[in-house]
């Protein structure tokens, strides 16, 4: 890709994509092993747990469908939390099949349009991946962390960091954290004056304009469709 007249600011990703933006700041080699290790221990504990999935809940806000999770993990005994925060009326909750089926039925009771079961592989983003994450530690330390030249939006914590060693945290932290992504988009749109979602698809695209409806959010799928977009930005 040419050069540009455009520097990125405050950076953010949801879930896997994280590894993504951090190849900014490790390099491509290294950001390509870390994220393959990240998945493959998150293959590895969905495998050793048994009925384990994911379901998204539709119309119903953030917080009460946390709460709800966290009422039905205590009733059953199980593990069931919020695991990713994608919209004010999109939540994914994550957990054990028993913890999860009890949530659904608690969440229709309170008025959810919907809860859909995904198609996930592990239950990410919840205390089941304890294992996966523990596993991680290595990879991460034993990678050197350049300083970061400009701040990124952590999923994490829903804030801008351009210290390398709470970067390094942040990577092990959400593997079991939930991915706060509509805190992070509030977060983008307060420090910066629009949004480009770079890779396929526009999923994050959409999410954002539901989170910040007046924050002006692109997308690019492709290299040339880049190209053209960061000529436009340049151009202003």
Request: charged share 20%; net charge neutral.
């Amino acid at each position: 890709m040419s050069e540009k007249p455009f520097q990125p600011y405050v950076p953010a990703s949801s879930t896997m994509p994280e590894f993504t933006v951090r190849a900014l700041l490790l390099g491509l080699v290294m950001c390509i092993i870390l994220g393959a290790a990240n998945a493959y221990l998150g293959l590895r504990a969905g495998m050793t747990i048994a009925a384990t999935y994911p379901a998204a809940v539709i119309g119903m806000a953030g917080a009460e469908v946390a709460e709800v999770a966290r009422l039905a993990a205590e009733e059953v005994g199980g593990v069931c939390s919020a695991a990713n925060f994608n919209s004010p009326e999109q939540t994914v909750i994550a957990g054990d099949g028993g913890s999860i089926a009890r949530a659904s039925e608690m969440l229709k009771a309170r008025g959810a349009k919907r809860v859909l079961p995904l198609p996930v592989s592990a239950p990410f983003h919840c205390a089941l991946m304890k294992p996966a994450e523990e596993k991680l530690v290595p990879f991460l330390e034993a990678t050197t962390f350049r300083p970061l030249e400009f701040p990124v939006v952590t999923n994490v914590d829903a804030a801008a960091n351009s210290d390398p060693a709470v970067a390094r945290e942040s990577l092990r932290r959400q593997v079991c954290s939930p991915v706060r992504w509509v805190e992070t988009v509030e977060a983008l749109a307060k420090g910066s004056s629009g949004g480009v979602e770079v890779g396929p698809g526009s999923v994050l695209t959409g999410l954002a304009r539901r989170i910040a409806k007046e924050w002006p959010v692109k997308s690019s799928s492709d290299a040339p469709g880049l190209e053209k977009l960061l000529a436009e930005l340049a151009a202003g």
